[in-house]
Nanobody
Framework: QVQLVESGGGLVQAGGSLRLSCAAS????????MGWFRQAPGKEREFVAA????????VYADSVKGRFTISRDNAKNTVYLQMNSLKPEDTAVYYC?????????????????WGQGTQVTVSS
């Protein structure tokens, strides 16, 4: 079992930055690939970014490529999402997720554990 707790969300103006954190507890964090997903009101949950268990491989949604960076610190059992050049369309609840495996994937069905989410609101 893995417990995930997100933090770092908030209100920011367009063009600004935020860094989300996801602290994991439970089984060996480094055994899990990690992902970030988001869900805006009235929309389906969508993939944002993912990172392999060792951090050597990352994948991004086209909508955030070049603006967001996912990283992890296995010594701290934490994964991060650095979000720059934020846009109003980035407004959503952001969820951290863990999957039992080394490969980062884009499909939410692949992930076994989820945090409760953190709200990100970008004003225009």
């Amino acid at each position: 079992q893995v417990q995930l707790v997100e933090s770092g969300g908030g209100l920011v103006q367009a063009g600004g930055s935020l860094r989300l954190s996801c602290a994991a507890s439970g089984r060996t964090f480094s055994s899990y690939a990690m992902g970030w997903f988001r869900q805006a009101p009235g929309k389906e949950r969508e993939f944002v970014a993912a990172i392999s268990w060792g951090g050597g491989s990352t994948v991004y949604a086209d909508s955030v490529k070049g603006r967001f960076t996912i990283s992890r610190d296995n010594a701290k059992n934490t994964v991060y999402l650095q979000m720059n050049s934020l846009k109003p369309e980035d407004t959503a609840v952001y969820y951290c997720a863990a999957r039992s495996g080394i490969i980062a994937t884009m499909t939410w069905d692949d992930y076994n554990y989820w945090g409760q989410g953190t709200q990100v609101t970008v004003s225009s």
